[in-house]
């Protein structure tokens, strides 16, 4: 069992930048490929970008693509997930997902998730 919990939420101006982070722990021996999520108010839980274990290889959604880069530091067991020029669309609840095997763009894929982390952007 991976065990994860998101930080860094908070309230934020459009055009501004916001940081979260995503500590894991549990049995973090394994190589496990980690993803960040986003739930928006009425909407469907969406990808944004995703890491290999090595974080050699990166994916990201094209909505957030060139302004929220996903980076980990496996020595501390953490994940983070750099949000720049923020908008009102980016509002929302934002999840750090962990998977055993190689990082994807499909929810379904991830076994282990945070409980959520709120960002609000205020327009």
């Known amino acids: 069992q991976v065990y994860l919990r998101e930080s860094g939420a908070g309230l934020v101006q459009a055009g501004g930048s916001l940081s979260l982070s995503c500590s894991a722990s549990?049995?973090?021996?394994?190589?496990?490929?980690s993803g960040w999520f986003r739930q928006a108010p009425g909407k469907a839980r969406e990808f944004l970008a995703a890491?290999?274990?090595?974080?050699?290889?990166?994916y990201y959604s094209p909505s957030v693509r060139g302004r929220f880069p996903i980076s980990r530091d496996n020595d501390k067991n953490t994940g983070y997930l750099q949000m720049n020029g923020l908008s009102a669309e980016d509002t929302g609840l934002y999840y750090c997902?962990?998977?055993?095997?190689?990082?994807?763009?499909?929810?379904?894929?991830?076994?282990?998730w945070g409980q959520g982390t709120q960002v609000t952007v205020s327009s």
């Open positions: 997902a962990a998977r055993d095997g190689a990082a994807t763009r499909d929810a379904g894929d991830y076994e282990y």
């Open positions: 890491i290999t274990y090595s974080g050699f290889t990166t």
């Open positions: 549990g049995r973090t021996s394994i190589s496990y490929g």
